[in-house]
């Protein structure tokens, strides 16, 4: 079982997710982007909340200006050691202004978790014995940065600049 | 003797605190490993990341030497780890770290926390991330640089460090930078490399290569950018790292390195796509490098203030005279020199040094040397800020070492990677090779006689020990579970960059000695006057090295 972290709390996971050959349920839902290819014109009409499930070779720049339909990008991560849902969740926010959810899904480590915050990420599907406790811990590790990212956190640059 | 501090970067309380953090954080993760809560597949990616590597016998860990510069104080605290926690010695490697073969995973956190109380650490000198950045060891006293790499080295060493985005790339990342036209940092053999240059109009800037390695498919780095700006060069490392971490291949760990993914898009594309990436993160202007920054970095690198000196080199006996002519390199001030003590005594483990060694080599540097040394990619120790008059007393003392061998270029000066003793990669034992091959060509009037020659020694296809850049490389193979070796000829890590062509099947260990002793009679027989090796088997082919290599055994 997994549970939704999102806002640094447990939180209800609104959205049921949709087989490709699966009827449309009503209400939130995610589909995979083969899905939104094939149905594009119905799902873009619906009124209530979309998500999309991205698999890791899967760019969002795919989805160009629909980008904005959506409430919710789901990035997997098949394996841990495949980092390239960290560019997509950075390229959401940064070059497509992104504002919605960005979920992580699939197998990631705890060690990541804070590497997928700085990115971009604001929800995340863990395993159940992921603690909110464990959570808060993984983004405090590290007090500060020496990158910007995606977080809008001050860097060391900026620190020094500024003291 | 007191402790000099040398003009090199000085963290504040941020870096202090960044790497105290990040200690403790690995030191969880070891924790977590110890108590079974992370499994060792899971362990892996977390504890290379941070230096350690499961051996043959052992951990390893290996500890970063950011661009290869060293203070006395640091060096002290390399020899007291190696004393407190290895079997008293260290391994300098060829890209200018150094590494223990005997730690023990329950010491690893304190050991860190010895680091971290000298300023180092491990961070990132293993793993599928952006590497400890390397630097031309002469830097800050070379006669032919433009500017001294080792700020923009710090600056790259920051940004990397810990970066989001770039800690799972598909393969690891190395960078490389250089002040000066002639290389001496091996540029074309990284994932990108940066040299420092002067564009028409006499601005500074950086011309940006990426795509070269070594491994089972070499490749020599291609220009990506003739000039970047100086402070847009974060902005384009970050845009290269972006296109790799999108596109190169996770299904198949020999084809994961930018090489394969600059090769398969082909030059034009990787730089339009890089060029994409560049302006709109330029444009977003986050990581511009400020001109204060540049400066601030800038400033730890001071040139130290020479004295005024005459420039004559003394007498000191024809041992003294011959160590000048190979080990000892024209500095940019009137009466010093670059002294490079090479760690390549004939029948020692090349980059070895034991903790008595490193303490002595670090009271050489505190009064010699402005406190300071380098480590280089060739696995020696550079003291680069030496007046002229001392050296006769730095050789005497690198006598009682046994650090004095006069082959810094020479045949005996050999790069070798630890192999199959240590290494559970390997196919094959790469010092016990350089160790003959050193024996064979002990006599030194034998060595200056033949001249500048690099011999590079891997133990397998991964090519740790640079073979494909030797003049001659060996590369150690498993033949039905017989060690062989195979040779290379015209391999170059230098300005003329080459990667070398195999001569064809290999020779038995007790072969390959006597098969690169045939090759280097050929090159004696046909070189023109001041002819390198190199440059005669570039002129005259494969063709008859190879027939003399294996003249013995078709008799």
Known sequence: MTKLIKSGAYAQDAYAPVDDDAALPDGAIIVSLARFQKDREALLTRNTPLGIRLQSHETPETLGEDVHHFALVALEFPKFRDGRAFSWARMLRTRLDFTGEIRAVGDFLYDQVNYQHRVGFDAWEVPDNFTIEMFNRALSEMSSVYQPSADGKKTIRELRAGR | ?555
């Open chain 2, 1 to 555: 003797m007191s402790e000099v501090t040398p003009n090199m970067y000085r963290y504040d309380e941020f870096d202090a605190e960044f790497v105290a953090e990040r200690t403790a954080q690995f030191s969880e993760q070891v924790k977590r490993r110890l108590s079974g809560d992370l499994t060792e597949d899971q362990f892996k990616p977390l504890r290379l990341m941070n230096g350690l590597y499961l051996q043959l016998h052992a951990y390893m860990l290996r500890v970063a030497v950011p661009y290869g510069t060293l203070s006395s104080r640091q060096m002290r605290m390399l020899a007291h780890i190696a004393r407190k926690y290895d079997r008293g010695y260290g391994h300098f490697t060829t890209r200018q770290n150094i590494q223990y073969n005997w730690p023990k995973l329950v010491d690893v956190p304190a050991i860190l926390a010895d680091l971290a109380s000298v300023e180092m650490h491990a961070i990132q000198t293993s793993g599928n991330c952006i590497r400890n950045v390397t630097a031309d060891h002469f830097a800050g006293a070379a006669a032919d640089e433009i500017e001294d790499p080792r700020p923009l080295a710090e600056i790259v060493r920051q940004w990397s460090s810990l970066h989001p985005e770039f800690v799972f790339l598909p393969r690891k990342f190395k960078i490389a930078v250089s002040g000066a036209p002639n290389d001496r940092a091996a540029l074309a053999y990284h994932d990108m490399a940066v040299e420092i240059v002067k564009n028409a109009e006499g601005l500074t800037g950086y011309k940006v290569f990426v795509g070269g390695g070594m491994g089972r498919t070499p490749y020599i780095a291609q220009v990506i950018s003739d000039f970047v700006e100086k402070h847009d060069i974060l902005a384009f490392m970050e845009a290269v790292l972006r296109v790799y971490n999108q596109q190169g291949r996770r299904d198949n760990i020999y084809k994961a390195r930018i090489k394969i993914l600059t090769n398969a898009l082909g030059i034009e594309e990787m730089r339009r796509q890089v060029e994409r990436e560049f302006v709109e993160i330029k444009t977003r202007g986050a990581l511009q490098v400020p001109q204060e920054e540049l400066d601030r970095i800038t400033a730890y690198f001071a040139a130290p203030t020479f004295e005024a000196l005459t420039d004559e080199m003394p007498d000191a006996g024809p041992d003294f005279a011959n160590w000048v002519k190979s080990n000892v390199s024209q500095h940019r001030a009137p009466g010093y020199a670059i002294a490079t003590i090479t760690l390549k005594t004939p029948g020692q483990v090349p980059g070895d040094a034991s903790a008595d060694q490193m303490d002595t080599i670090a009271d050489l540097m505190d009064r010699f040397s402005l406190g300071e040394v380098r480590v280089s990619h060739e696995q020696n120790l550079v003291l680069p800020h030496v007046r002229k008059r001392d050296l006769p007393a730095i050789y005497a003392k690198l006598k009682e070492l046994d650090f004095a061998s006069a082959n810094a270029g020479l045949i005996t000066d050999i790069i070798a990677c630890p192999g199959l003793d240590y290494c559970d990669l390997a196919n094959a034992r790469s010092i016990p090779i350089a160790q003959r091959i050193a024996k064979k060509f002990e006599d030194l009037e034998r060595q200056q006689a033949i001249g500048e020659l690099k011999i590079k020694i891997s133990g397998c296809i991964n090519a740790c020990g640079h073979h494909h850049a030797g003049h001659i490389g060996i590369l150690g193979v498993d033949k039905k579970g017989v060690e062989f070796y195979q040779l290379l000829l015209g391999g170059s890590g230098a300005q003329d960059a080459s990667i070398g062509e195999i001569m064809g099947p290999g020779f038995g260990e007790d072969e390959i000695a006597d098969a690169v002793e045939r090759v280097v009679e050929v090159y004696l027989a046909q070189r023109k006057p001041d002819e390198r090796f190199l440059d005669t088997y570039r002129r005259i082919g494969m063709a008859p090295f190879k027939d003399a290599a294996f003249q013995k055994e078709a008799a």
